[in-house]
């Protein structure tokens, strides 16, 4: 029996997404970009060009709807499928486009530089629980027109994993997308072999900008899989209930869904989230917030019945720091999500309100997702009956430490998190050195950034990526990469 974990009733998320239709029809989106509020006009929506508003019809969003997969794949650098992105299927990734970088010497938040991201993908690599790679955040040491690519760049240059990322600006996605067709080799192989999600939010409330928007629109072209992280504040920008901000959030990403569809019917889409509630005390958008929990659980089912595939901002930590609260809130998060069945769940390594990257943070992050996989796996038999057997041998022999039984088992029922993560009793604890979580999770990042070893790509890949970053660079005045990123 696998656990499965809902709190809305199908009459419940049915409501909601009728409610949802409604506001899509009868208040429509506000979209500041000509060639969406173009397609939508062909297809029968009410578009005011002056206003740049546009009122859906049913018939415009069951087509939709009708023509989104349900799921689909995404592959490595070397072609090898590592997502099923559908049913119940959960894959995580680490939380993506932070402006700061936890500092593992100072333990306090400054602003990244390419050395910090190359140590974050030399790790991110080597970690089996998280599926995926994303373009975690923002080195400060590039122009601001290049940040978006040359994050990718990293990622390709280091990992092989398929990466969550996202474009700051239409140059920026035509980058984007030539550096991973320096990698697949052809536009048709790309899109027959995703290698990355482009995340393409729009604007609470009810609004697309005219960037997210274009690369909504080129993802879809392109056969590039999207991600529709929309972000209502509960109390805020959205309803202050739970539910009123669920409905406001799937008119709004539904709205994502229908424009890629009418691109490309049959486009690879993620019907996904980032919502929060607003905390009036702070002002600030609590992640690891029970409320949060509840939404994203929530777009999760509602998603679900929509048969689309599901991706959330979870299991991460509103912290400072590596502390107690960065795990509870982290661990708590990523049993939701597993046994809501999220697909895609964003969040490893992620600190304050989804503004800071920890690598360590993502090591320990790790060994969460671990326990939370193994969690959603459940309960199976397995030749446990009769058991009679089983004990008479126990009282024989005195243990079960190497029956066939246990031999034959023990990997596939025991999860046995990395070092990190601490079992030994306190003697043997204190003998090893009697080191800190912080402590271990600092020297199982150094170990694996030592042992990182280039990807097996051919050298003719890593010669076309570094030429179409360079040739991106130096056209906003670098006349070369910084060294720690060549």
Request: proline residues 6%; glycine residues 8%.
């Amino acid at each position: 029996m696998q656990p499965v974990l809902r709190f809305l009733t199908d009459e419940l998320a049915d409501r909601v997404i009728d409610e949802a239709r409604d506001l899509l029809c009868c208040l429509g989106m506000e979209i500041h970009n000509r060639r969406a509020l173009e397609l939508l006009g062909d297809h029968g929506a009410r578009v005011d060009h002056d206003e740049q508003h546009a009122w859906f019809t049913a018939d415009l969003i069951d087509a939709a709807l009708g023509a989104a997969p349900e799921s689909f794949a995404l592959f490595d650098a070397l072609g090898s499928q590592t997502h099923d992105l559908g049913g119940d299927r959960v894959h995580f990734a680490p939380g993506s486009s932070a402006i700061r970088y936890l500092d593992p010497d100072t333990g306090r938040m400054r602003r990244p530089t390419t050395a910090d991201y190359v140590r974050y993908a030399k790790v991110v690599t080597q970690l089996p629980d998280i599926a995926a790679q994303s373009t975690a955040f923002i080195p400060g040491d590039v122009p601001g027109p290049v940040q978006d690519s040359y994050r990718l760049y990293l990622n390709l240059k280091h990992g092989v994993k398929p990466v969550v990322t996202g474009s700051f600006s239409v140059p920026g996605f035509e980058v984007m997308r030539d550096l991973l067709l320096a990698v697949r080799g052809s536009a048709e192989d790309l899109r027959a072999k995703p290698l990355a999600v482009f995340s393409c939010a729009p604007t609470t409330p009810l609004q697309w900008s005219d960037i997210t928007s274009q690369n909504l629109l080129d993802c879809a072209a392109a056969g590039i899989p999207v991600e529709i992280p929309t972000m209502p504040l509960a109390g805020f920008t959205s309803p202050v209930t739970v539910i009123g901000t669920l409905a406001q959030h799937a008119a709004e990403t539904m709205s994502g869904v229908i424009l890629a569809q009418l691109v490309s019917p049959g486009a690879k889409v993620l019907y996904g989230g980032s919502p929060a509630p607003f905390d009036i005390r702070y002002e600030t958008t609590p992640m690891g917030a029970a409320e949060t929990w509840l939404l994203d659980a929530g777009l999760n089912e509602i998603g679900k019945r929509l048969r689309l595939p599901t991706q959330a901002y979870i299991a991460l930590s509103d912290a400072k720091g590596l502390d107690a609260q960065a795990g509870l809130e982290t661990g708590m998060g990523a049993v939701v999500a597993v046994l809501s069945g999220i697909n895609s769940i964003s969040g490893p390594g992620m600190l304050d309100f989804e503004n800071c990257q920890s690598v360590e943070k993502l090591v320990v992050d790790h060994e969460i997702a671990g326990l939370a996989l193994r969690l959603a796996r459940g309960v199976t038999p397995r030749d446990d009956f009769p058991v009679r057997p089983l004990v008479e041998e126990l009282l024989r022999e005195g243990h079960l430490l190497i029956s066939d039984h246990s031999m034959q088992h023990l990997a596939e029922e025991h999860h046995f998190p990395g070092a990190v993560i601490e079992r030994a009793n306190q003697s043997r604890w204190l003998e090893e050195g009697g080191r800190s979580l912080q402590a271990k999770a600092r020297a199982a990042a150094d170990t694996l950034e030592n042992s990182w070893t280039a990807p097996a790509l051919d050298d003719s890949v890593f010669t076309e990526l570094d030429r179409r970053m360079t040739e991106a660079a130096s056209a906003h005045g670098m006349d070369r990469l910084p060294e720690a990123g060549v």
